[in-house]
T-cell receptor
Framework: AQSVAQPEDQVNVAEGNPLTVKCTYS??????LFWYVQYPNRGLQFLLK??????LVKGSYGFEAEFNKSQTSFHLKKPSALVSDSALYFC?????????????FGAGTRLAVHP | NAGVMQNPRHLVRRRGQEARLRCSPM?????VYWYRQLPEEGLKFMVY????????ESGMPKERFSAEFPKEGPSILRIQQVVRGDSAAYFC?????????????????FGAGTRLSVL
């Protein structure tokens, strides 16, 4: 079965500290992985993706994510958190069902960055 | 190039009324997806449409919900006889490539959503 798990409902971090938001996936074949961010009362915004190549991918707003095939993980990271990073983060994997590629989202992790 | 436009942003309905949610995809995008986000939950896929065709409605409730994407005009998600449990944020997304293609379905562009409240 194709699925995404975000084991933490919420992550709290102090401003200036590094942050990690966890994601694990289950999909057959090579995974296509994504991170989206949702600010309050807004739609989802694309942050970054892993298709192939380097395991460390860089995205918008200073975020990066590390693909680990053996652990089937794709954790989102940032070296120094900002209060403005506080938002809801969704990990997604591209699955295949119904005859086409489909994005499958995790339940989301709420990131709270405290001053 | 305007993004995905959804309206209204907020919609209040009484039980038993109809809700119509509209979505205009990004210019040049002919693939539209609808998702529902219940409070404190992730996005759940509802339906995928191309112009004039429903491709996959496997995530749609069997009754009261319907969607269309006419040749002209926005995509419409219609909920008849709304109930309190329909209260949620409904998001529309569009993509330029057919998700059947090797690179298709990689990135979807989301609207700001319609927040439906059923009284």
């Amino acid at each position: 079965a194709q699925s995404v798990a975000q084991p933490e409902d919420q992550v709290n971090v102090a401003e200036g500290n590094p942050l990690t938001v966890k994601c694990t996936y289950s999909v057959s074949g090579n995974p296509y992985l994504f991170w989206y961010v949702q600010y309050p009362n807004r739609g989802l915004q694309f942050l970054l993706k892993y298709i192939t190549g380097d395991n460390l991918v860089k995205g918008s707003y200073g975020f990066e994510a590390e693909f680990n095939k053996s652990q089937t993980s794709f954790h989102l990271k940032k070296p120094s958190a900002l209060v403005s990073d506080s938002a809801l983060y969704f990990c997604a994997v591209r699955g295949f069902s119904g005859g086409y590629n489909k994005l499958i989202f995790g339940a989301g992790t709420r990131l709270a960055v405290h001053p | 190039n305007a993004g995905v436009m959804q309206n209204p942003r907020h919609l209040v309905r009484r039980r038993g009324q109809e809700a119509r949610l509209r979505c205009s995809p990004m210019k040049g995008h002919s693939h539209v997806y609808w998702y529902r986000q219940l409070p404190e939950e992730g996005l759940k896929f509802m339906v995928y449409l191309q112009k004039e065709n429903i491709i996959d409605e496997s995530g749609m409730p069997k009754e009261r919900f319907s969607a269309e994407f006419p040749k002209e005009g926005p995509s419409i998600l219609r909920i008849q006889q709304v109930v309190r449990g329909d209260s949620a944020a409904y998001f529309c997304a569009s993509s330029p490539l057919a998700p059947i293609s090797p690179e298709g379905g990689n990135i979807q562009y989301f609207g700001a959503g319609t927040r439906l409240s059923v009284l």
